[in-house]
């Protein structure tokens, strides 16, 4: 089989690592890919939110299956688009995106089918939020509603800063948002969890929890990820059937009968409090850098479950995993997420001896006439598989180490709730 993979991140040089280890492909296309997928797939550089020529080109590229790594195609309906042209593609529909690209249509959802999650109001009008400001106590969360790259979401201590934060969205700081979503503050600790669906049932696909400032102790501004690791202990077996029937099950039927069922990944932004699960968000895709520590514990060809999942028949499937644990630290360009530079050179990458359980997944990288260059803020996710979070830090960090690379930064503490 010939796959197209949509994307360009660390999310998707993992999924691209998974797909050329799978027996069933011929060939690989991303679009656009990065320096890391270049290396086993052929990149084409297309935006990739112009899907009448991303059709042309997998056409070209006689692609068999497309699988969509980032959220944007999926909201704006590139599912949709593909199945009408009789293209294969795993991913969900425009509709069921709208879990992530709408989070008051994710609220509104969980309030109608009764998903615990936290207390919230939709505004349209600074009206509706002095309104929910009677009701509810400090700090309260202020989200745009569309979205908004992973800058959408600020932890408000004071009204002003509620109005301020709100008003702001209602001007159009966020292009895809004209309404505001209020929310009570949930305090817990928070975990990712993940299936992968088809029309007929659906698999779990991995545990994981993420760093998402970019200073240590959780400092700083919010990233799109400083490391993660694999699974999350704070999910347990327990936990998990909680999970499953109150927040997963019940998204899924709710979906199912509006004649819009899901399929493709679905990821389950939760916050764990007193051993409850509350949904926080939905992410319609694998995480990043979530997606490059659960492929590396994933046992089965990922290329087969796709096949049993656009041909429904996932219910059939057995997926296997590692007992093994798994760590990412991104080493990202010095001022990221505020500002960075791009195309600065990274030298000694291929100089590294990696042992089999290490992996480099590319994220904001190109190469140049044959130098690595950055192309991004998170460059590189520095990956490492084993029996101890402590030990594979250590590992990490010594590769990171030799990298050397001065304009880098990256987390020492990654994995502390799980290591101290
Ligand atoms: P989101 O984009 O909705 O995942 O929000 C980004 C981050 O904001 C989450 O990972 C949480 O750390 C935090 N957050 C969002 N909503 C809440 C909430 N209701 N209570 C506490 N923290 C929240
Ligand atoms: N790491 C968070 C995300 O992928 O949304």
């Known amino acids: ?23 069933l492909v011929k060939k690989i296309v991303c679009f656009p890919g990065n320096a890391g997928t270049s290396q086993m797939a052929t990149n084409v550089d297309v935006d990739i939110l112009n899907f009448k020529k991303l059709y042309k080109l997998l056409k070209f590229y006689k692609i068999d299956l497309v699988v969509v790594g980032p959220e944007e195609p999926l ?14 593609v795993f991913g969900p529909n425009k509709y069921a995106a709208k879990l992530e690209g709408s989070k008051a249509f994710m609220k509104k959802m969980c309030l109608k089918n009764q998903i615990p999650t936290a207390k919230f109001k939709v505004c349209k009008k600074i009206r509706d939020v002095k309104k929910f400001l009677m009701n509810c106590k400090l700090p309260i969360v202020v989200k745009a509603d569309g979205l908004a790259a992973g800058k959408g979401v600020t932890i408000c201590n004071s009204n002003k800063q509620v109005f301020n934060v709100s008003n702001d969205i209602f001007k159009g700081k966020f292009k895809s948002s004209k309404s505001v979503v209020l929310e009570e503050f949930l305090k817990g600790e928070e975990a990712s969890y993940f299936v992968l669906v088809d029309e007929n049932s659906f698999k779990f696909f991995g545990t994981a929890q993420d760093h998402k400032r970019v200073y ?48 493709g990944f679905l990821y389950a932004g939760l916050m764990i409090s007193k051993n409850n699960p509350y949904l926080i968000e939905y992410n319609i895709r694998m995480g990043d850098p979530e997606c490059q520590v659960i492929l590396p514990r994933l046992k089965t060809d990922i290329v087969k479950i796709f096949n049993k999942s656009i041909s429904k028949k996932l219910n059939k499937t057995k997926i296997k995993w ?72 250590k590992r990490i960090n010594s590769i990171i180490k030799k990298i050397n690379w001065k304009k880098g930064y990256f987390r020492k503490d990654i994995g502390w709730k799980v290591i101290n």
């Open 322 to 393: 590692s007992e093994k644990k798994c760590m990412t630290v991104v080493l990202c360009s010095k001022g990221y997420p505020v500002k960075y530079k791009n195309n600065l050179k990274i030298k000694n990458i291929n100089k590294i001896n990696l042992r089999k359980e290490d992996f480099i997944y590319h994220a904001g990288t190109k190469f140049i006439n044959d130098e690595l260059r950055t192309n991004g803020g998170r460059v590189l996710n520095v990956t490492s598989t084993g029996i101890d979070f402590l030990k594979i830090r």
């Open 75 to 88: 909201v704006k309906g590139i599912v949709d688009f593909l199945k009408n042209k009789k293209i294969k």
């Open 216 to 263: 240590e102790q959780d400092k700083g501004p919010n990233t799109g990820g400083m490391g993660a690791y694999s699974p999350a202990p704070i999910i347990t077996k327990s936990l998990e059937k909680k999970i499953i029937s109150r927040i997963i099950k019940p998204t899924l039927v709710a979906l199912k009968k509006e004649k819009k069922p899901y399929t």
């Open 1 to 23: 089989m010939n796959i197209g993979l949509i994307g360009s991140g660390g999310r998707e040089h993992a999924l691209c690592k998974k797909i050329y280890q799978s027996n």
